[in-house]
Nanobody, 115 residues
Framework: VQLVESGGGLVQPGASLRLSCVAS????????MTWYRQAPGKERELVGG????????SLTASVKGRFTISRDNNKNTVYLQMNRMTPEDTAVYYC?????????WGQGTQVTVSS
C-alpha cells in the first residue's frame, strides 16, 4: 500500500488549495478514505472522510463549509479542496486508509497559511 500526498504549500489567509493523494497497492474503489492533519505541537486530528463510492463525505466541524473531500476512482486519487483558509489550517496533511486492521499513511504534505 502506498499513499502519496501532494499540493501543499504556503498561502495567504483566505486562499485556496487542493491536496491530492494518489493511492496504489490496493483496490482503491473498495475502501473509504480519510484525511488527517497535524499542526505543530498538536495531536493528529481527523479532517474528514469519504465513502468508497464517493457518494458521501463528512468533515470535522472546524472545516465544514470551507473544505470538501472528493475522489476519482478511475485515477486512484482522493482530494481535499480547502477554501477560505486560515492560519489555524496550518498543518501537515495526511491521507489514510484502513485495511485489514492496519492504518496506512502517506508521508504528508505541508500546508502553511500565513500573511
Amino acid at each position: 500500500v502506498q499513499l502519496v500526498e501532494s499540493g501543499g504549500g504556503l498561502v495567504q489567509p483566505g486562499a485556496s488549495l487542493r491536496l491530492s493523494c494518489v493511492a496504489s497497492g490496493f483496490t482503491f474503489s473498495s475502501y473509504p478514505m480519510t484525511w488527517y492533519r497535524q499542526a505543530p505541537g498538536k495531536e493528529r486530528e481527523l479532517v474528514g472522510g469519504i465513502t468508497k463510492a464517493g457518494d458521501m463525505s463528512s468533515l470535522t466541524a472546524s472545516v465544514k463549509g470551507r473544505f470538501t473531500i472528493s475522489r476519482d476512482n478511475n485515477k486512484n486519487t482522493v482530494y481535499l479542496q480547502m477554501n477560505r483558509m486560515t492560519p489555524e489550517d496550518t498543518a501537515v496533511y495526511y491521507c489514510n486508509v484502513y485495511i485489514g486492521a492496519t492504518m496506512f499513511w502517506g508521508q504528508g504534505t505541508q500546508v502553511t497559511v500565513s500573511s
